[in-house]
């Protein structure tokens, strides 16, 4: 299988480096046969902020065009991606969202799953080598055009240097962990967020860390990220250690218990799969979208609607270790097989192919 991943400076790395890294490793185990590629002149929207495009050339099969969508909102997609695709791969798939498609795109939209920054020394590589014209000729424009063009660039190029590789994330459940609860978050500016109710996100957020460090002073660790909203409007609330990206996964891993709660636009966050990652037993807000594979409450997490069912939850964990062992492995399970990227992005080829070939059945 050769797959040809498009590649642009306009892309969001930091979204796509989960897809990247499954590529980068599945080639490295011979699966397939990887290219990074700048897209067509002509088609440039195929490597655009959070959107791109796949080609998988399969032997004896037509080229199929795979979409890949990682942005938070599930009712916004790149139409003339869709148009192009035959398969969408959509990270916010909520299916009362695709009627903003007309019907013949809507089929060709699938789930692509749970997505979070990370990376591998080999992709890291690769996209970068594949993208160092590309970023040569966007710094010099940044150079002439502006501080803001300029800043914005660097960022976006540091923002993807300094993630953490893919292994760093894991702890599995069989190694020790501190029996605390943890949940550190960040607030929004809610004149920034429309059309999702920023207060409604910031309170739920803000009650729940308030109750933690009453009902669990010592067995509670987070807070709000210190950014400017939160230290203007909640100083109280701030957390103290670990709030950058690399020691913030250093620090959580070493405890047992994560609380969730959705991310912006309804989104899937990147917490999810980080906890995931290191087989926390997690407390969630009850999940909208639709994954692939769902993660069952109960048997993957503990649902939670309120504080005051958190807080129980919370109780119920620090008491019982072995149900907290269980729910560890549990989620352990699911990360390895659903999650972990070279096992993720092989099973995105593969439902998206078989889509791509029920498809063409359907046209036939």
Known sequence: MRVTCHLGVDQDFYHHSHLHTGLALLAEEGALDLHFRPPPQAKTFYSLGGWTMLHVEVPHQPLRRIAVDTVD???????PLAQDADVYLKRSFHPPDLSCLPADLQAKVIPYGLNYACRSPRQTHR???????SLLGAASRALISGAASRDALWHRIRQFQVIPPWSFFELPPDRPAETVILFQTRLWDPAVVFPDNGELVNRNRIDLIRALRREFPRQFRGGLAPEPYAKKHFPDLLATEAFRHHEFIEFSKRFAIGIYTRGLHHSDAFKLPEYLASSKAI???????TLPSPLVAGQHYLAFDDTASCLAHCENLLRDHEALRALRHQTWQYYISQVRPQVHIADCLRRALNSAENQAILVQ
């Open 127 to 133: 996209v970068l080598c594949a993208t160092a014209s």
């Open 283 to 289: 407390l969630a807000e009850p999940f909208r979208n």
């Open 73 to 79: 909102r599930s009712d916004e997609f790149s139409l």
